[in-house]
């Protein structure tokens, strides 16, 4: 499986305000996935970050409230931009699985949004 | 669109004792996947399913591929207190590329 790294792992910021989540996996992947997952519930996928590419948005989920990079095929960023309390939630990054096996799926740790 | 059904909604267990959960859906899935989500941690792959009918443990984990496409069920023997937390089922749809759709969990709490 692969390994998923998210940062930071939680913050605490006040309204109005951007945060960057940054994702780094340790193999070249092709998709990457964001997710959020609000207190209590279950998760929701927010877009599908490919490389070279615009990323892909959900249904209720717009480029200008969580712009996302791809740079290359190891690494994305998620922002969450002018947060309000509603943002608070998990915010997770997410990879298919490897050895050709797309149809598996695995998770970071997570990062912990809190918007005061 | 597509939803899934999961229930138990939570249980309350004593350490030792067999449980069961399932997710139901009426959608046909290409794949079942089951995940644990710990407090403060994101989810964790416990068994992938790929075909129907398809029977797989994982150490106490047991989990089945409704021969219909459309359910799984999880089943956890023996219970321990670490096996707390939420479980989660997945379908994913092979649908030019694939999307996956979550349950909305199953909280478990084992009493010692």
């Known amino acids: 499986s692969a390994v998923i790294s998210q940062k930071p792992s939680r913050d605490i910021c006040q309204r109005g305000t951007s945060l960057t989540i940054q994702c780094q996996v340790d193999?070249?992947?092709?998709?990457m996935f964001w997710y959020r997952q609000q207190p209590g519930q279950s998760l929701t996928l927010i877009a599908t970050a490919n490389q070279g590419s615009e990323a892909t948005y959900e249904s209720g989920f717009v480029i200008d409230k969580f712009p996302i990079s791809r740079p290359n095929l190891t690494f994305s960023t998620l922002t969450v931009s002018n947060m309000s309390p509603e943002d608070s939630s998990i915010y997770l990054c997410?990879?298919?699985?490897?050895?050709?096996?797309?149809?598996?799926?695995?998770f970071g740790p997570g990062t912990r949004l809190t918007v005061l | 669109g597509q939803q899934l059904n999961q229930s138990p909604q939570s249980m309350f267990i004593q350490e030792g004792e067999d449980v069961s959960m399932n997710c139901t859906s009426s959608s046909i899935f290409n794949t079942w996947l089951w995940y644990k989500q710990d407090p403060g941690e994101g989810p964790v792959l416990l068994i992938a399913?790929?075909?129907?009918?398809e029977l797989t443990s994982n150490g106490r984990l047991t989990a089945q591929f409704g021969i219909t496409r459309k359910d799984s069920f999880l089943n956890i023997s023996a219970s321990i207190p670490s096996d707390v937390g939420i479980y989660f089922c997945a379908g994913q749809l092979r649908t030019g590329g694939f999307k996956t759709i979550f349950g909305a969990g199953t909280r478990l709490f084992v009493k010692a």
């Open positions: 399913l790929y075909k129907a009918g």
């Open positions: 193999s070249q992947v092709t998709m």
């Open positions: 997410s990879v298919p699985g490897t050895s050709g096996r797309m149809d598996t799926q695995y």
